[in-house]
């Protein structure tokens, strides 16, 4: 299948900091990115779903501000996390589908934050 | 969000016996499916894929889609302790989201 290659695998960082996650779609063209939260015991929870070019649709609750997604090629997403706090201590997930908006998502490695 | 809902679990199940995993969803307009499995840490990896009506088989997995009444199953045939991972049914809506359920921890006993 495709290769997602996400960056860093884990981060830590103190409380007040920035922290920029990267999604890379390696063999093939993302035209839509989402961003999952995952914590302990629990599902993937959508952030939000960026196509390539313009702004991030996000799910309610989810501060746009706090979370700063984007999408600038067909091949690149970054979210990232502004003023983290403890509470943002999670696994970050993000996806990555091809041009046929049917088929099936395609998952980077994952990246564990935690905000000390 | 309650998009797609699963059945918690956990689930246990004896080596060689059938899995049956179950999802439902809400956005009746959907129209694909999937099946993934999580390993604790590790990101989901994709099991079968399902838009139509019916059954669906790829080697020791069964999906099973109806659409009339919102429902998406999984059968795992011939269990192994290998399978016990956490199942989560994942469905495209079609403002293009992609949801995931709960998830179902199942535990295949040797």
């Known amino acids: 299948g495709a290769v997602v290659s996400q960056h860093p695998s884990r981060v830590i960082c103190k409380s007040g900091t920035s922290v920029k996650i990267e999604c890379r779609s390696l063999d093939f063209q993302a035209t839509t990115m989402f961003w999952y939260r995952q914590f302990p015991k629990q599902s993937l929870m959508l952030m939000a779903t960026?196509?390539?070019?313009?702004?991030?649709?996000?799910e309610q609750g989810v501060e746009k501000d706090k979370f700063l997604i984007n999408h600038a090629s067909l091949t690149l997403s970054t979210l990232t996390v502004t003023s983290a706090h403890p509470e943002d201590s999670s696994f970050y997930i993000c996806s990555a589908r091809g041009h046929k908006n049917t088929g099936e998502l395609f998952f980077g490695e994952g990246s564990r934050l935690t905000v000390l | 969000q309650k998009e797609v809902e699963q059945n918690s679990g956990p689930l246990s199940v004896p080596e060689g016996a059938i899995a049956s995993l179950n999802c439902t969803y809400s956005?009746?307009?959907?129209?694909?499916f999937f099946w993934y499995r999580q390993y604790s840490g590790k990101s989901p990896e994709l099991i079968m894929s399902i838009y139509s009506n019916g059954d669906k088989e790829d080697g020791r997995f069964t999906a099973q889609l109806n659409k009339a009444s919102q429902y998406v199953s999984l059968l795992i045939r011939d269990s192994q302790p290998s399978d016990s991972a956490t199942y989560l049914c994942a469905v495209n809506t079609p403002g293009n989201q992609f949801y995931f359920g709960t998830g179902t921890s199942l535990t295949v006993i040797p």
């Open positions: 956005d009746r307009g959907s129209q694909s």
């Open positions: 960026s196509n390539e070019g313009s702004k991030a649709t996000y």
